[in-house]
């Protein structure tokens, strides 16, 4: 299974767009790549998902490098709700990381 | 209901207990998790049930115990607990095949107190 690596931690500023980098430098061609996030007292929820393009959807945009050893998880305007752990997995990966807790400013 | 759904949200269960946590998926998934999560900690994977097969482990202590009747069900057995095992119970699912798992949906978890 391919191993992730992210930040600890990140600030923003409310409104403002913020860059969640991931590393996974041992991915498999065929590994989808996912994000989750967990809010305070609640479970992990999907954020977004994808294999070498980029990706958008009404939470978030995926951008995969083109050797796809990293990707970035684009918030456009973060809101104080989006304050979070982010997660970045390999598809087939059971395992968490620690992933990155984004503090949103208002 | 869809989803996946966790009872009880909340237990507070003495050591000498036997309590069980309960999991439902209603999205036809065909695997089935258990992870813990203690305070400032990473999710860590406790058991895993897919394509009928059961993976767990090995760090778990056996006052862990759990059973899955089907592939919508999830249950997870506890006697004789620790303090320390107090933390949030994360029960989730997904689409599992050869080529990997598909998607993690998880419940709410139930949050454990043990006195």
């Known amino acids: 299974d391919a191993k992730t690596t992210q930040p600890n931690s990140m600030e923003s500023n409310e409104e403002e767009p913020v860059h969640l980098p991931c590393n996974h430098s041992?991915?498999?061609?065929?590994?989808?790549i996912h994000w989750y996030r967990q809010l305070p007292s609640q479970g992990p929820e999907y954020v977004i998902h994808g294999l070498t393009s980029n990706v958008n959807n009404r939470m978030a945009s995926l951008a995969i490098a083109e050797d796809r050893k990293s990707s970035t998880l684009i918030l456009h305007r973060a809101t104080l709700r989006d304050a979070a752990v982010y997660y970045c997995?390999?598809?087939?990966?059971?395992?968490f990381g620690k992933g990155t807790k984004l503090s949103v400013k208002p | 209901e869809t989803g996946v759904t966790q009872t009880p949200r909340h237990l507070v269960m003495g050591m000498t207990n036997k309590k069980s946590l309960k999991c439902e998926q209603h999205l036809g998934h065909n695997a089935m998790y258990w992870y813990k999560q203690s305070a400032k900690k990473p999710l860590e994977l406790m058991f895993v049930y897919s394509l009928e097969e059961r993976v767990e482990n090995n760090s778990v202590p056996s006052r862990f115990s759990p059973e899955c009747p089907n592939s919508s069900h999830l249950f997870l057995h506890l006697h004789t607990l620790q303090p320390e095992d107090s933390a949030l119970y994360l029960c989730?699912?997904?689409?599992?095949?050869?080529?990997?798992?598909?998607?993690?949906?998880f419940g709410s978890g139930t949050r454990l107190t043990v006195v």
């Open positions: 989730a699912s997904s689409q599992s095949s050869r080529e990997g798992n598909y998607g993690y949906t």
């Open positions: 041992t991915i498999s061609g065929t590994d989808y």
């Open positions: 997995l390999c598809q087939g990966n059971l395992i």
